[in-house]
T-cell receptor, first 112, second 114 residues
Framework: GQQVMQIPQYQHVQEGEDFTTYCNSS?????IQWYKQRPGGHPVFLIQ?????EVKKQKRLTFQFGEAKKNSSLHITATQTTDVGTYFC????????????FGKGTMLLVSP | DGGITQSPKYLFRKEGQNVTLSCEQN?????MYWYRQDPGQGLRLIYY???????QKGDIAEGYSVSREKKESFPLTVTSAQKNPTAFYLC?????????????FGPGTRLTVT
């Protein structure tokens, strides 16, 4: 079936360092969404990207959607301990359907 | 206070028993979903429903059943046929936006079967 691959699986950074997680699909995505799950919590919607080459920013977070709509990235500038959690990308392959295919997530640990 | 509620937060069952997980939403969303999450794994779709009285199998539906008799409710039954039922179960609902469907998750139920 269609899959969304996400790397790295895990990253440990010092507070203040930058962090990036990447998602890739072998087929074109209709849109891609990003979610954050804190330890012991549930996923929380962060953002949705729809257009080819789209870039969106939320404070220290920058989200990009590739020109071919097959890849996406989330970059966090100057991480803080509050950024700890697992970040998931989730893509839709057909604009007519409401289901998402989730990547396996990147777990981010931030040491003070 | 709008949102999605799941109960209970923790559930323990003996092997061979069926168990039903509750999911209720007051967001007036048409679509609802059930996911399973295992340690170090992403979310895998069990079942979803886009409208009342209709639902479709997701990627891992075997051993599970659902019903959608009301817009607000989408209960999941984990049957004794499910070989590895111990997991974190997440319910979600979604609304359609201009680009797609944003999903809102409940707090989840951690099921342990021994």
């Amino acid at each position: 079936g269609q899959q969304v691959m996400q790397i790295p699986q895990y990253q440990h950074v010092q507070e203040g360092e930058d962090f990036t997680t990447y998602c890739n699909s072998s087929t074109t995505l209709s849109n891609i969404q990003w979610y954050k799950q804190r330890p012991g919590g549930h996923p929380v919607f962060l953002i949705q990207l729809v257009k080819s080459g789209e870039v969106k920013k939320q404070k220290r977070l920058t989200f990009q959607f590739g020109e071919a709509k097959k890849n996406s990235s989330l970059h966090i500038t100057a991480t803080q301990t509050t950024d700890v959690g697992t970040y998931f990308c989730a893509g839709t392959f057909d604009s007519g359907y409401s289901t998402l295919t989730f990547g396996k997530g990147t777990m981010l640990l931030v040491s003070p | 206070d709008g949102g999605i509620t799941q109960s209970p937060k923790y559930l323990f069952r003996k092997e061979g028993q069926n168990v039903t997980l509750s999911c209720e939403q007051n967001l007036n969303h048409d679509a609802m979903y059930w996911y399973r999450q295992d340690p170090g794994q992403g979310l895998r779709l069990i079942y979803y429903s886009q409208i009342v009285n209709d639902f479709q199998k997701g990627d891992i539906a075997e051993g599970y059943s659902v019903s959608r008799e009301k817009k607000e409710s989408f209960p999941l039954t984990v049957t004794s046929a499910q070989k590895n039922p111990t997991a974190f179960y997440l319910c979600a609902s979604s609304r359609k936006t201009s680009g797609g469907y944003e999903q809102y998750f409940g707090p989840g139920t951690r099921l342990t079967v021994t």
